[in-house]
């Protein structure tokens, strides 16, 4: 039987060319043959291992830039969406000189601030009118319903998007901009997401419900009190905090 090395294995694979025909078990040349055998099997293995690892490193780096090449491209195939998105909503995979790429909607975009000066006015109501309101028409009766109840549905209705809308916004937080959806609802929730919610309480459709209630001539009266829920509504300023 012969023992042949694998090509290009130099000098190992010439020493292990040698017959065994006729070689004792226990001699030296067995053993010496058994040993150089071993030793090139794991050369090869090693050489195959290797070559494996390369090319699945070749495989990842092709990967990598195919998926580059495709975020490049992205601004191609739709750019009508991508310049509404930029313009409206800070949304690119390009970073400018004035903005860094966003996944997310950039807080300094024209939406987010749009947005942030609506919440700016309907807190600001809510810190001047609901006050009078509660004040005012907190002992009447549940059928009497407040002459700003509807714009209160708008209100309300806005805040409760605004937890919605605080999923998708980025984040600035110590002085680095954070565009990933994960990270920015893990800092949602463990900000200021309770209070929101706690504040975002839809008061004035419960008050819409019983005042549809009473205009179909029902007995709203079972379980419902409203006027006992206004004073929710005037946590509402609070958020300035949160």
Known sequence: ML??????????????????????????LRKKLSDCEEELAKKVDKKQRSEKAAFIHVEQDLFADVRKRSLENDDSRN????????????????????????????????????????????????????????????????????????FDCVLDAFFLCDIFYSFSLGVIFRGKYYDDRMWVAKHYIMGSFAFDILTSIPVSFVELTVANACAGGNNPAAGIDSSQLRFIRAMKPLKWFS
């Open 3 to 28: 023992l042949s090395g694998a090509s290009g294995d130099g000098p190992l694979s010439s020493q292990c060319t040698v017959s065994r025909e006729g070689t004792p078990l226990g001699s030296p």
């Open 79 to 150: 750019p009508m969406w991508t310049a509404l998105a930029l313009a409206i909503f800070g949304i690119s995979s390009t970073a400018a000189k004035s903005r860094p790429a966003s996944k997310l909607i950039y807080p300094y975009s024209l939406f987010a601030l749009v947005w942030l000066w609506l919440t700016c006015m309907f807190l600001l109501y809510t810190a001047v009118v609901t006050p009078a309101m509660i004040s005012i028409h907190w002992l009447d009766a549940e059928c009497d319903s407040v002459p700003t109840l509807y």
